[in-house]
């Protein structure tokens, strides 16, 4: 058995696989990443009646990976970067020859992802740590549950500014109601509600139109999103209406938040 980590700036996931199939997933929180490292693989064995010894290798990535530089447990343990472990990761989930591979973490990267070589093709500081950050300013609350819990309630028409509130007419291809800049209205009357809808809105907005610009540059009309913010129902429907636009598609696969530590668990067969 192999296990791939990903250890993150939060979250860490463990992934372990046998003969190229999965076998057992885990997330934990912790900031120390040795502790994240090995607390994780602590709780994969005794949750899953684990023997530590069927585990022939761990490969570990992500931002945390740079502080371990000794095998885990006396286990042989490798590292891969972060952007090989991602590619590796959408592959195997989707199973195709070449994609673009938007990866939502803290921040955001695009990849263009083929069975000869992984790209990196650029990136963005807004993700999921952008909505946390800005939470945390504007609604009090770190906690991403409650600001779901809050946007899933807001009224998009209270913080931005659409093209209905400047002009009769569509722009070009664009609708009336798209987006002409995001909190660029931000009414008195703005709840709490309105103002997580707005983050959100925001974050997957810039997301999504930089991952349709990355699709387009390098010719695909699929892009696969992968990653933490990749389950986000909000920030799957704001995706959607950007697909309707751009006539791209954006693929959400099985396991796709554990991308990165299934393609570092494959780099040790």
């Given amino acids: 058995m192999i296990i791939g980590i990903d250890i993150g700036s939060t979250t860490t996931k463990a992934i372990s696989i046998e003969s190229n ?16 490292a090995t607390g994780i693989i602590g ?6 009646n684990i023997n530590i010894n069927d ?41 195709k020859d070449k994609m673009i591979i ?17 790209v990196h093709i650029g990136g963005t500081g807004v993700g ?24 899933s309630n807001g009224n998009i028409k209270q913080v931005d500014l ?8 569509k722009v070009s291809f664009l609708n009336s109601d798209t987006t002409a800049s995001n909190f660029g209205k931000m009414l008195d009357t703005a709840t709490t509600n309105d103002i997580a809808m707005g983050i959100i809105n925001m974050a997957y907005q810039v997301i999504g139109m930089l991952s349709v610009f990355a699709a387009q540059g390098n010719g695909y009309s699929t892009i696969v999103v992968t990653g933490n913010g990749s389950n986000n129902v909000i920030g799957q429907k704001i995706l959607g209406e950007i697909s309707k636009i751009y006539n791209i598609e954006f693929e959400y696969p099985q396991d796709a938040e554990y991308a990165t530590a299934i393609g570092a668990a494959l780099s040790g067969i």
């Avoid at 709780?43 to 899953?48: D, I, P």
């Avoid at 999921?128 to 946007?151: D, P, Q, R, Y």
Wanted: glycine share 10%; charged share 25%.
């Fill in 43 to 48: 709780k994969l064995t005794l949750e899953n």
């Fill in 128 to 151: 999921g740590g952008t909505i946390i950050g800005l939470s945390k300013a504007l609604l009090k609350t770190t906690e991403f549950g409650n600001v779901m819990n809050l946007a």
């Fill in 21 to 36: 199939e999965i076998l057992f997933r885990l997330k934990t929180k912790a900031i120390d990443p040795i502790t994240a």
């Fill in 102 to 118: 938007t990866n939502i973490g803290t921040g955001t990267v695009f990849i263009e992802a083929t069975a000869g070589k992984i």
């Fill in 55 to 95: 585990i022939r290798k761990i490969v570990i990535t992500g931002v945390g990976s740079n502080r371990i530089d000794k095998d885990i447990f006396n286990i042989p343990t490798q590292k891969i970067d972060e952007i090989t472990a991602i590619g590796k990761g959408g592959l195997f989930l989707v199973r």
């Fill in 162 to 169: 659409l093209i209905e509130d400047i002009i009769d007419s």
